[in-house]
């Protein structure tokens, strides 16, 4: 299995500000994936990062409010760009291990913008 | 792009009992179907999956069935304690075969509760 570790675990942050969410992997993977979990709801795609590529962005979502890096293939980052309490939720980021199909979550990122 | 349906959203059974969540999926090129299990405050772990050439597949108290014709696969937890009382999740992709596809499109969830 794949150990993912999410920085920071939370955060409250001032509307109109931004944060970076930081995704480790303990081995190589092609594909991270980030993810936005609202309260009480299900998990959404938000991207799909790729290494040395732009990340794949799911509908409703854009590159200017969630801005992706994938500089090597162990680590990525999500920023929450200009906040707004509409954002508060937990984000997850997951990936895959090895070439099996299972996609383990990092503890997830729980953000409070007020 | 794929839609993944789940019922009940929220099931309460006695302990001992047996739960059965379902979920339908639309997207005929999904073939990876996972159950994740989230207890308040974790992370998604998953419980059972099931690949779309198998229509079951068991793990102790644990169960899922795939009806690829009818495109929708089911979890069975038997002989339920209170451990199992969490929110399960369903999930359908394309799996690692398809590369560029391989994105989990998540059910609604299911808040199962059991009773002593």
């Known amino acids: 299995s794949a150990v993912i570790s999410q920085k920071p675990s939370r955060d409250i942050c001032q509307r109109g500000t931004s944060l970076t969410i930081q995704c480790q992997v303990d081995?190589?993977?092609?594909?991270m994936f980030w993810y936005r979990q609202q309260p009480g709801q299900s998990l959404t795609l938000i991207a799909t990062?790729?290494?040395?590529?732009?990340?794949?962005?799911e509908s409703g979502f854009v590159i200017d409010k969630f801005p992706i890096s994938r500089p090597n293939l162990t680590f990525s980052t999500l920023t929450v760009s200009n906040m707004s309490p509409e954002d508060s939720s937990i984000y997850l980021c997951?990936?895959?291990?090895?070439?099996?199909?299972?996609?383990?979550f990092g503890p997830g990122t729980r953000l409070t913008v007020l | 792009g794929e839609n993944v349906e789940q019922h009940p959203s929220t099931l309460s059974v006695q302990e001992g009992d047996s739960a059965v969540i379902k979920c339908t999926y639309s997207?005929?090129?999904?073939?990876?179907f996972p159950w994740y299990k989230q207890e308040l405050g974790k992370r998604p772990q998953l419980i059972i999956d099931?690949?779309?050439?198998?229509g079951e597949k068991k793990d102790q108290r644990i169960a899922v069935t795939l009806n690829k014709t009818a495109k929708h696969f089911s979890l069975h937890i038997t002989e339920t304690q209170p451990e199992d009382s969490a929110v399960y999740f369903c999930a359908a992709s394309q799996g690692s075969s398809n590369f560029g596809n391989e994105k989990l499109t998540f059910g609604t969830g299911t808040r199962l509760t059991i009773i002593p």
């Open positions: 997207d005929s090129a999904s073939n990876y």
């Open positions: 081995s190589q993977v092609t594909m």
């Open positions: 990062a790729n290494q040395g590529s732009e990340a794949t962005y």
């Open positions: 997951s990936s895959r291990a090895g070439g099996i199909d299972t996609q383990y």
């Open positions: 099931i690949r779309s050439n198998v």
